[in-house]
């Protein structure tokens, strides 16, 4: 069972709304991801954090937010979407990636977001 | 170019016959190796992973790899297959050098599918 909780399971937002994703692990675990996954493809890396510190942006569209408020959640608001954006989105953890690039990273259960 | 290959977009099996799912990587120095399942609807699951030592790893519900250096393969492997093993399979690679922030590089997938 994973140790990545990730709320809403799903979303249904028009193109002006705005709305959050939230993401909460208990691992100790100071890495976080956001990741997102269209049908039957594999995840492409949206952000990193490491100790609370944004540390990748894959060049991700500002309509696209993350935020860390502390070692444990990992927050991605979202606002004025684009139907395409919709896709499963995939939180992660994993320990900090600098000291042991070994560590395995482990995904949440996604939150389903259709934009409409 | 693609870092990670997973040549078969599907593999089908019967139910008690053996199951190889493969995976070629061309990175270089030694990358960590991952092996990912996803059940239908779900996110991604640990299944396994090589970081140095004994070539054979052997992971969560009696799956194994098998990881090659001269053949760059990392084939992920079960002696029974079951129907409940059916779901996408995804590779990775992890670089090992810094540089690249230990990045997830995943292949594009394989569905099993087990019959009764």
């Known amino acids: 069972d994973t140790e990545v909780t990730q709320t809403p399971k799903h979303l249904v937002m028009g193109m002006t709304n705005k709305k959050s994703l939230k993401c909460e692990q208990h691992?100790?675990?100071?890495?976080m991801y956001w990741y997102k996954q269209k049908a039957k493809k594999p995840p492409e890396l949206m952000f990193v954090y490491s100790y609370e510190k944004l540390s990748i942006n894959e060049s991700v569209p500002s309509r696209f937010s993350p935020e860390c408020p502390n070692s444990s959640l990992l927050n991605l608001h979202l606002h004025a979407l684009q139907p395409e954006d919709s896709a499963l989105y995939l939180c992660?953890?994993?320990?900090?990636?600098?000291?042991?690039?070994?560590?395995?990273?482990?995904f949440g259960e996604g939150s389903w977001l259709t934009v409409v | 170019a693609q870092s990670v290959a997973q040549p078969e977009d599907q593999v089908n099996v019967a139910e008690g016959n053996p199951l190889t799912v493969k995976c070629t990587y061309s990175v270089s120095g030694n990358p960590y190796l991952f092996w990912y399942v996803q059940y239908p609807n779900r996110g991604l699951q640990f299944l396994l992973k090589y970081i140095t030592g004994d070539n054979l790893v052997k992971g969560s519900y009696g799956f194994e790899a098998e990881f090659n250096k001269s053949q760059t393969s990392f084939h992920l492997k079960k002696p029974s297959a079951l129907v409940s093993d059916s779901a996408l399979y995804f590779c990775?690679?992890?670089?090992?050098?810094?540089?690249?922030?230990?990045?997830?590089?995943f292949g594009a997938g394989t569905q099993v599918v087990v019959t009764p």
């Open positions: 691992m100790g675990h100071r890495a």
């Open positions: 990775a690679v992890r670089r090992r050098s810094t540089d690249s922030w230990g990045k997830l590089q």
């Open positions: 992660a953890s994993s320990q900090a990636r600098l000291t042991n690039l070994g560590n395995t990273i482990y």
